[in-house]
T-cell receptor, first 115, second 114 residues
Framework: ETGVTQTPRHLVMGMTNKKSLKCEQH?????MYWYKQSAKKPLELMFV???????ENNSVPSRFSPECPNSSHLFLHLHTLQPEDSALYLC??????????????FGEGSRLTVL | AQKVTQAQTEISVVEKEDVTLDCVYE???????LFWYKQPPSGELVFLIR??????QNEISGRYSWNFQKSTSSFNFTITASQVVDSAVYFC???????????FGPGTRLSVLP
């Protein structure tokens, strides 16, 4: 199994739908992250979970709701999204909750299109 | 505030050419870490290197080399004898020590043509 697995890889949803993105890491890491990658924009950190507790939320709209039930799984629940939310959503993990000690390991991303 | 600039949006080279990707950063922190990541077409970002602010030694790893110059706040990445498999988007990133938020540059798309 690859280190960080994201499902689904592609998702198309209407603005009134509710869907979830799933991330699973098989690396025994303690911190997990959601990043958003839009066209022509730098990677944006959305949420950070360290030891299953949210430690950072970069002013993300409430239509994005993260959930971290355990250190291996991370979800991003989506509801009433806008077309501008269409992007590649990347999950990442790091070994230590002190991020600066090491690198991030990324999944392949979930490509979201909001119609 | 931190900022990472990658002025080159896209670069195209022919296989076997050398290519340098530029990265310039801004930070007020005295201790920080710099990274390079590669994003191939499959989507995942792959870690290439980490360098802390106190280590200005250049590093070479196979065809890859990095030039860290604190005086100019630059952390440039050179690929020697480029190959088609090097085609990807490359991101430079900065994180202050004790921080949790990587600041990524906008990325440079490298195309290596056969």
């Amino acid at each position: 199994e690859t280190g960080v697995t994201q499902t689904p890889r592609h998702l198309v949803m209407g603005m009134t739908n509710k869907k979830s993105l799933k991330c699973e890491q098989h690396l025994g890491h303690n911190a997990m992250y959601w990043y958003k990658q839009s066209a022509k924009k730098p990677l944006e950190l959305m949420f950070v979970y360290s030891l299953e507790e949210r430690v950072e939320n970069n002013s993300v709209p409430s239509r994005f709701s993260p959930e971290c039930p355990n250190s291996s799984h991370l979800f991003l629940h989506l509801h009433t999204l806008q077309p501008e939310d269409s992007a590649l959503y990347l999950c990442a993990s790091s070994q230590d909750e002190r991020v600066y000690t090491g690198e991030l390991f990324f999944g392949e991303g979930s490509r979201l299109t909001v119609l | 505030a931190q900022k990472v600039t990658q002025a080159q949006t896209e670069i195209s080279v022919v296989e076997k050419e050398d290519v340098t990707l530029d990265c310039v950063y801004e930070t007020r922190d005295t201790t920080y870490y710099l990274f390079w990541y590669k994003q191939p077409p499959s989507g995942e970002l792959v870690f290439l290197i980490r360098r802390n602010s106190f280590d200005e030694q250049n590093e070479i790893s196979g065809r890859y080399s990095w030039n860290f110059q604190k005086s100019t706040s630059s952390f440039n990445f050179t690929i020697t004898a480029s190959q088609v498999v090097d085609s990807a988007v490359y991101f430079c990133a900065l994180i202050p020590a004790y921080g949790q938020n990587f600041v990524f540059g906008p990325g440079t798309r490298l195309s290596v043509l056969p």
